[in-house]
């Protein structure tokens, strides 16, 4: 039974999940399971998936719902401790990625998970970088170019965001992830709830993946618009949604 279990959602994602797995596959920690919950990819994604020792469940597109992937995916995972959950355009910064993040549990008490920053990948828009990056260059002027952790005990915008997060496979056990929130919100709604009860969460520099959505000025401002809108409950749209359009899907 591995400590941890890995769980990446896919649709069409050929482009980088070959780089993203091989990035797993390279860290320092060693002790995990990887488990692919694919909704009907018509590309080379599960080809180039099937090259790694992955576990790959598929359901079909007309079942998908960001939250109802995730928890097919954790369900049918052997998971003894921990839960990674991370986009299959997320390319981890470094080896020791999931060995930095999983070592804050060790440091402090009461985390429900860790999350990380995000940077833009090298081939992605001047928006994305402008978005992605300035914060980070102005975190590091100020820190000295000293990693930063912060610790987080209230809900906003993006936190415990599963572009890339861990959390606690025991506190998923008593709460699944809230199927309701269908087209996308479940991780700062499950977040919500745990910091209701006391928890927090961690937000660590050195967790960072490199991740992108590709957007122009406007759709960056529609797709801030779109998150601010998953603070409630609404389902997901199959007959309107464009995984190759929308940057949604993360």
């Given at each position: 039974?591995?400590e941890?279990?890995?769980?990446?959602?896919?649709?069409?994602?050929e482009?980088w999940?070959?780089?993203?797995?091989?990035?797993?596959?390279?860290?320092?920690?060693?002790?995990?399971?990887?488990i692919?919950?694919?909704?009907?990819?018509n590309?080379?994604?599960?080809?180039?998936?099937?090259?790694?020792?992955?576990?790959?469940?598929?359901?079909?597109?007309?079942?998908?719902?960001?939250p109802y992937?995730?928890?097919?995916?954790i369900k049918?995972?052997?998971?003894?401790?921990?839960?990674v959950?991370?986009?299959?355009?997320?390319?981890?910064?470094?080896?020791?990625?999931l060995?930095?993040g999983l070592?804050?549990?060790?440091k402090?008490?009461?985390?429900?998970g860790?999350?990380?920053f995000?940077?833009?990948l090298?081939?992605?828009?001047?928006w994305?970088k402008?978005?992605?990056?300035?914060?980070?260059?102005i975190?590091?002027?100020i820190?000295?170019?000293?990693?930063v952790?912060?610790?987080?005990?209230?809900?906003k915008l993006?936190?415990?965001?599963?572009?890339?997060?861990?959390i606690?496979?025991?506190?998923?056990d008593?709460r699944?992830?809230?199927?309701?929130?269908g087209?996308g919100?479940?991780?700062?709604?499950?977040a919500?709830?745990?910091?209701g009860?006391?928890?927090?969460?961690?937000?660590?520099?050195?967790f960072?993946?490199?991740?992108?959505?590709?957007?122009?000025l406007?759709?960056?401002?529609?797709?801030?618009?779109?998150?601010?809108?998953?603070?409630?409950?609404k389902?997901f749209?199959?007959k309107?949604?464009?995984?190759?359009?929308?940057?949604?899907?993360?």
């Amino acid at each position: 039974m591995p400590e941890t279990s890995i769980i990446i959602r896919t649709r069409n994602e050929e482009k980088w999940i070959g780089i993203v797995l091989e990035k797993i596959f390279n860290q320092t920690y060693k002790n995990f399971e990887v488990i692919l919950v694919d909704s009907g990819s018509n590309d080379k994604t599960l080809e180039i998936a099937k090259k790694f020792p992955t576990k790959i469940l598929e359901i079909p597109f007309k079942d998908f719902s960001f939250p109802y992937a995730l928890n097919f995916g954790i369900k049918n995972s052997s998971a003894a401790k921990y839960v990674v959950i991370i986009s299959a355009h997320s390319a981890p910064i470094s080896d020791t990625w999931l060995e930095d993040g999983l070592n804050n549990f060790k440091k402090y008490d009461k985390i429900m998970g860790v999350y990380g920053f995000l940077k833009a990948l090298p081939d992605s828009s001047i928006w994305d970088k402008i978005f992605m990056n300035w914060r980070g260059a102005i975190r590091r002027l100020i820190n000295r170019g000293n990693s930063v952790r912060i610790l987080i005990n209230s809900a906003k915008l993006g936190v415990m965001g599963f572009t890339n997060a861990i959390i606690l496979k025991e506190l998923w056990d008593k709460r699944n992830f809230n199927e309701n929130y269908g087209a996308g919100g479940e991780d700062g709604e499950w977040a919500s709830f745990w910091f209701g009860r006391g928890y927090e969460a961690i937000k660590d520099e050195k967790f960072t993946v490199l991740h992108s959505h590709n957007l122009n000025l406007i759709g960056w401002l529609r797709q801030i618009r779109y998150w601010k809108s998953t603070g409630i409950p609404k389902q997901f749209n199959h007959k309107n949604f464009s995984f190759r359009k929308s940057k949604m899907f993360e």
